[in-house]
């Protein structure tokens, strides 16, 4: 989805701020799943493990959407 207030999408937010920081993407991912699922005090979301739902966007190397995952069934 995009961001509120904003047109940008997630995806593309995340491809720039990779692209200008040269932060290691791993990093970049945990800044948009998990720790925002903590900040809202959201317990099971913003990992992939045993306990957590399995609610995934699929990126490709442009960062591109290819697949979309919520409650672990394929939705795109």
């Known amino acids: 989805g995009a961001l509120a207030g904003s047109i940008l999408r997630m995806n593309h937010a995340l491809r720039n701020v990779y692209e200008v920081t040269g932060l290691p993407l791993s990093d970049i991912i945990r ?3 998990l720790n925002q ?11 992939i493990e ?8 699929v990126l490709d190397d442009a960062f591109e959407v290819t ?6 069934k394929a939705r795109l």
Do not use: H
């Open 37 to 47: 699922a903590e900040e809202l005090g959201i317990t099971d979301l913003g990992r």
């Open 50 to 57: 045993a306990g957590y739902r399995a609610n995934l966007a």
């Open 31 to 33: 800044c948009t799943s």
């Open 67 to 72: 697949q979309v995952f919520l409650d672990g």
